[in-house]
Nanobody, 135 residues
Framework: EVQLVESGGGLVQAGGSLRLSCVAS????????IGWFRQAPGKEREGVSC????????YYADSVKGRFTISSDNADNTVYLQMNSLKPEDTAVYYC????????????????????????????WGQGTQVTVSS
């Protein structure tokens, strides 16, 4: 059973930092592209940052570039999101998500890059962790 368990959310003042963790289990870590999404009240869920665990390639939404850093520890099946210079508009529930890195269907080869995961969404989702940034 695929499981993604997030931790590290909380309340922080604007300008502060938080580090989110996502521990993955139930699948071969290197075979998946993993990322972080967020959903604020009344808004659609958006891809924040994603990483390909096989080659380390990353994607960042424009709104977080230069402030957030995604990384993975393949030995511990964990993906981290270091969030610095937090802003009130970063307030949201943050979800860890995963999708197979590559697969065949109907004779067609499909690949999930870090960018495509963040833009198109995932097969598997965690329960989410709340991040609240006060002004």
């Amino acid at each position: 059973e695929v499981q993604l368990v997030e931790s590290g959310g909380g309340l922080v003042q604007a300008g502060g930092s938080l580090r989110l963790s996502c521990v993955a289990s139930g699948f071969t870590f290197d075979d998946y592209t993993i990322g972080w999404f967020r959903q604020a009240p009344g808004k659609e869920r958006e891809g924040v940052s994603c990483i390909s665990s096989s080659d380390g390639s990353t994607y960042y939404a424009d709104s977080v570039k230069g402030r957030f850093t995604i990384s993975s520890d393949n030995a511990d099946n964990t993906v981290y999101l270091q969030m610095n210079s937090l802003k009130p508009e970063d307030t949201a529930v943050y979800y860890c998500a995963a999708k197979p890195r590559q697969w065949w269907s109907g004779g067609i080869y499909y690949a999930t890059t870090s960018g495509s995961l963040c833009r198109k969404g995932a097969n598997y989702w965690g329960q989410g962790t709340q991040v609240t940034v006060s002004s």
